[in-house]
């Protein structure tokens, strides 16, 4: 690198870049960012010590940005950056060798971060045919890391080409997609995979939650999802329509600024009045729900029901509903000490029996949990 690196972004994102470049202290990192089509001309004068690069823009915009850098520099790191860190977005990344993955908004200090201590194995790419795929999983547990493992396996006569991701936080899996499955489902399918290519991509993806407890029971042997799949849809299909018309209720509540709907920590559906920004109550409530599965995955935890947050005048709550499962939740915004609060809980436990209802697959996918008379509660103040 130079004494400061420099940085190309390409990225359509005008105000995200330009927060980064605000961001950006004098003769710590020099930010330089440029459309896809100005890139050649900019690297034919200038260097660069690393490249961040719009994964969300077409496929061959980014592949004609990387042979670019590519022919004029070499070992220049390449930082893949998306609004979603979705399976394609993730297998983009691998084609394209990206070191690491960076989903949007994030900070001058984090990708700096990422280009400067890339994980050792950051960009490794290999055939894990001789190595248990278990075993491959749990190295990067064990390691702590944060990231994603993707992983293919080729078509055979017999078979369809088979793709799949793990997505690490701070060493635990917290999301997994192959095909369909998702979930404990989907590494469990990953698991009995063999041949497989696999494809470390490093960073911070802040991918949905749909994998709760620790992984060691998760790639136990013998270790498989006990829940009826078909039961569960059906419940879903069921109970799906009522609850969004309940939620849409519940948001002209008075008092009542926000109401929205989640499932595995990502906004399903929901609206906000007109005074409160949508986004930032939606991205807020999505990390509620992060911290919720947190606290509920760990040890001993009798974290089982709500969750709140108070911001300045605003209170955010956050409540499961439905099978555990299904990893649906209710977010509501509403003013600090508003008479509404006082009924919050019977207002979410009623669009909770629209699933209770639906019985006895209810019963059948709901997983125990060792006190079920009553929901813990769980608070953060912010």
Same mark, same amino acid.
């Given at each position: 690198?130079?004494?400061?690196?420099?940085? *190309?972004?390409?990225?359509?994102?005008?105000?995200?870049?330009?927060?980064?470049?605000?961001? /950006?202290?004098?003769?710590? @990192?020099?930010?330089?960012? /440029?459309?896809? %089509?100005?890139?050649?001309?900019?690297?034919?004068?200038? #260097?660069?010590?690393?490249?961040?690069?719009?994964?969300?823009?077409?496929?061959?915009?980014? %592949?004609? @940005?990387?042979?670019?850098?590519?022919?004029?520099?070499?070992?220049?790191? *390449?930082?893949?950056?998306?609004?979603? /860190?979705?399976? +394609?977005?993730? $297998? +983009?990344?691998? &084609?394209?060798? %990206?070191? /690491?993955?960076?989903?949007? !908004?994030?900070?001058?200090?984090?990708?700096?971060?990422?280009?400067?201590?890339?994980?050792?194995?950051?960009?490794? +790419?290999? #055939?894990?045919?001789?190595? !248990?795929?278990?075993?491959? *999983? #749990?190295? &990067?547990?064990? $390691?702590?890391?944060?990231?994603?493992?993707?992983?293919?396996?080729? %078509?055979?006569?017999?078979?369809?080409?088979?793709?799949? #991701?793990?997505?690490?936080?701070?060493?635990?899996?917290?999301?997994?997609?192959?095909? $369909?499955?998702?979930?404990?489902?989907?590494?469990?399918a990953i698991l009995g995979w063999r041949d497989a290519e696999a494809t470390w991509v490093h960073g911070v993806t802040r991918s949905a939650r749909t994998i709760v407890g620790r992984w060691e029971g998760l790639f136990a042997t013998g270790v498989r999802p006990t829940t009826n799949a078909a039961e569960l849809d059906r419940t879903v299909a069921l109970a799906h329509p009522e609850v969004v018309e309940k939620l849409a209720r519940l948001a002209q509540t008075p008092d009542v600024l926000g109401a929205f709907l989640l499932r595995h920590a990502e906004i399903v559906t929901g609206r906000c009045v007109p005074g409160l920004d949508e986004q930032l109550a939606s991205r807020a409530l999505c990390r509620l729900a992060h911290v919720f599965f947190d606290v509920e995955a760990q040890p001993q935890s009798a974290a089982d029901g709500e969750i709140q947050a108070v911001i300045g005048d605003l209170r955010l709550v956050l409540d499961r509903i439905g099978p555990r499962e299904a990893g649906f939740q209710v977010g509501v915004v509403v003013r600090q000490a508003a008479p509404v609060c006082k009924s919050l809980r019977r207002l979410l436990r009623q669009i909770d029996s629209s699933f209770d209802r639906i019985a006895p697959p209810r019963e059948s996918v709901r997983t125990p949990t060792p006190d079920t008379s009553s929901r813990a509660r769980v608070s953060a103040v912010a």
């Open positions: 690198m130079n004494d400061v690196p420099r940085i *190309l972004i390409v990225d359509a994102d005008t105000g995200h870049n330009a927060r980064l470049v605000e961001q /950006a202290r004098p003769g710590v @990192v020099e930010i330089i960012t /440029a459309a896809p %089509a100005d890139v050649e001309r900019i690297l034919s004068t200038t #260097s660069i010590d690393g490249l961040v690069l719009d994964l969300d823009a077409d496929e061959d915009v980014t %592949a004609t @940005v990387v042979g670019e850098v590519e022919r004029h520099t070499d070992g220049v790191p *390449l930082v893949g950056i998306t609004y979603r /860190a979705e399976e +394609s977005k993730v $297998a +983009s990344a691998c &084609h394209l060798g %990206a070191a /690491a993955i960076l989903v949007k !908004p994030f900070d001058i200090d984090t990708l700096m971060d990422l280009i400067r201590t890339p994980t050792a194995d950051a960009g490794f +790419s290999g #055939s894990c045919g001789g190595v !248990p795929t278990a075993q491959l *999983l #749990s190295l &990067h547990c064990a $390691a702590a890391h944060d990231g994603v493992l993707h992983l293919r396996v080729a %078509a055979s006569v017999t078979r369809p080409e088979r793709v799949g #991701s793990v997505f690490f936080e701070a060493g635990q899996p917290v999301h997994a997609l192959a095909g $369909a499955a998702i979930g404990a489902e989907a590494v469990h």
